[in-house]
Structures are given as C-alpha cells and as structure tokens.
C-alpha cells in the first residue's frame, strides 16, 4: 500500500483523493490517510500530491516509518 507521511500535516492539499480510482484516501484531522486494505498500489496519488507526503510503504524514508502504521491504525479505527 502507499502511506500519506508527516508532510501532508496541516495541508491536506486532498489532490490524491481525486486520482484515486477506489477512494481509499480518507481525511483525518490533520492529514490524509490511505487505507492499506483497499489501496491496490497503482501509484497514481504520489505525483498528484504537492507536498510529495506519499510514499509506497516499502520506500517509505526511514524518519518517516512511523507512519505506515499511522495510516493502518487510524483508517481502520474509523
Ligand atoms: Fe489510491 Fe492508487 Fe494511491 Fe493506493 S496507490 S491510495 S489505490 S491512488
């Protein structure tokens, strides 16, 4: 799956939401998040996001790794 990582905090640009073909980018309080369970890895959120927020979860950087799991946590606790 692709992660929304700390970039995207407080700037939910939502570019993402409208090239995601099965809306799996969901908004949360202060940043977009991406359900690891419906995305189906086509990659076409990453260009669209202005704040280059979004990785694919195997290269994610290393500072931002505690977000793979955010993501996870915070989608499916909603
Ligand atoms: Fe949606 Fe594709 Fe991005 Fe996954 S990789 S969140 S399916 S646009």
Redesign the pocket.
């Known amino acids: 799956?692709?992660v929304v990582t700390e970039a995207c905090i407080d700037v939910q640009d939502r570019s993402?939401m409208e090239?995601?073909?099965?809306?799996?980018?969901y908004p949360g309080d202060r940043m977009m998040y991406?359900?690891p369970d419906?995305?189906?890895?086509?990659?076409?959120?990453?260009p669209?996001c202005p704040s280059d927020a979004?990785h694919?979860e195997y290269k994610v950087p290393a500072e931002q790794a505690a977000f793979v799991e955010a993501n996870a946590v915070t989608v499916r606790s909603n």
């Open positions: 799956a692709y993402c090239e995601c073909p099965v809306d799996c980018i991406i359900h419906e995305c189906v890895d086509c990659g076409k959120c990453m669209a979004i694919w």
